[in-house]
């Protein structure tokens, strides 16, 4: 790999969740880029680039879950923001999805744009593009997802009950 290429994409984040959803890690690239509807070639380079970063092992198959809470929790949203757009049909997500939306309880919903979608909500920029379809796939993944999404688009409260929740599903 070229040095410009170990700058870390969205896509990694989603690779490195799916990893932490799996619990296992004895996980293959192949049905991994298929469950996140991605290419081969696209989980590889997210573990190339995961590894330099020091968030996999240097097996590439574990994730170095504290570094990766300290990556969500303090540069997710300065690395990768988002910012709610025009309301849209959707897959909920942030403080709309699960478990969130058990403990916050807002007028105004949050979704990933996806045609399937079964609410309304102002659209949110999912990290990668398969991410919805992956989401209603994995249950974990989702609400894994979600939580990312609350700490890029949520006000303090979102964030700590996402960080809070988050601890306790990574570290």
Not at 26 to 33: E, G, S, T
Not at 70 to 98: E, N, W
Not at 133 to 150: I, K, N, P, T, W
Request: net charge positive.
């Amino acid at each position: 790999m070229r040095q410009s290429q170990y700058s870390m994409k969205p896509q990694d984040v989603v690779v490195l969740l799916k990893i932490i959803a799996l619990n296992n890690d004895n996980w293959q690239q192949i049905p991994l880029a298929k469950s996140l509807k991605m290419s081969q070639s696209e989980v590889s380079q997210s573990v190339a680039r995961s590894k330099y970063a020091g968030l996999l092992d240097y097996s590439g198959k574990r994730v170095m879950r504290q570094a990766l809470m300290d990556f969500l929790q303090y540069g997710l949203a300065v690395v990768f923001p988002a910012k709610p757009g025009a309301v849209v049909r959707g897959i909920p997500t942030a403080h709309s999805a699960s478990p969130i939306n058990k403990e916050i309880s807002s007028g105004e919903d949050y979704v990933w744009p996806f045609t399937k979608g079964n609410l309304r909500g102002h659209g949110i920029t999912p990290l990668y593009i398969t991410v919805p379809q992956a989401a209603l796939e994995d249950e974990q993944l989702h609400a894994l997802l979600a939580l990312a999404d609350a700490l890029r688009v949520g006000k303090a409260r979102e964030k700590n009950i996402a960080v809070q929740e988050l601890k306790n599903r990574i570290c």
